[in-house]
């Protein structure tokens, strides 16, 4: 499986931008690229997924790399409420398994 | 709400008891699975179901079993409850088409055996 990796941790203050980095070098061409989160004591949550193209949603932007070797989700405003742990997570197309990493705990300052 | 639902929320068990942990969707997802969560570590999956029927192993299976007689329900059964197996358990659910569509989770079971 291709794997991922992502900064251990990062803070944000309320209100600010919040970049998330990816990096997935050895993604293959059909891998889709999704973001989880986690809120403490709750299950994961989608927050987006692409393919080769930026995508945006209500949640949060994603914008993969043009050789789509690395990602980044946008939060355009942090709230207090996006603390939580952000999972980046490669997923084949014939492939029902999501894998788990251990994924950037975000820390979003009042 | 649509969404996924698990019961019980926590549940404590004596070594070598049974149990099943109850998920019910009601999204009309095809796919359904159940993952484990440790603390500091991320999900790991035990069974999954592509549809009414079909069930199929994830990477630790071993000591679980699971069904899918219904689209709705997909029941963990846990056969001999061993202190290993205490952890949070997350079930999950999604259509059949991947290419465009993420997973909802329910809120967890939290299990401990003692």
């Known amino acids: 499986d291709a794997k991922t990796t992502q900064p251990n941790s990062m803070e944000s203050n309320e209100e600010e931008p919040v970049h998330l980095p990816c990096n997935h070098s050895t993604i293959s061409g059909t891998d889709y690229i999704h973001w989880y989160r986690q809120l403490p004591s709750q299950g994961p949550e989608y927050v987006i997924h692409?393919?080769?193209s930026n995508v945006n949603n209500r949640m949060a932007s994603l914008a993969i790399a043009e050789d789509r070797k690395s990602s980044t989700l946008i939060l355009h405003r942090a709230t207090l409420r996006d603390a939580a742990v952000y999972y980046c997570i490669l997923r084949p197309p014939d492939d029902y398994k999501l894998s788990f990493g251990a994924g950037t705990t975000v820390t979003v300052r009042a | 709400n649509a969404g996924v639902t698990q019961t019980p929320k926590f549940q404590v068990l004596k070594t070598g008891q049974s149990m099943t942990l109850q998920c019910a969707q009601d999204m009309n997802h095809e796919y359904m699975s159940w993952y484990r969560q440790d603390p500091g570590m991320g999900l790991r999956l035990i069974h999954y179901?592509?549809?009414?029927?079909?069930?199929d192993q994830g990477e630790v299976p071993n000591g679980y079993n699971v069904s899918r007689s219904t689209t709705e329900d997909f029941p963990l059964r846990l056969l001999s409850a061993a202190p290993s197996q205490t952890s949070v358990y997350f079930c999950?659910?999604?259509?059949?088409?991947?290419?465009?569509?993420?997973?909802?989770f329910g809120s967890g079971t939290r299990l401990t055996v003692v």
């Open positions: 179901s592509v549809g009414a029927g079909i069930t």
């Open positions: 692409g393919l080769t």
């Open positions: 999950a659910s999604s259509y059949s088409d991947r290419t465009n569509y993420g997973y909802t």
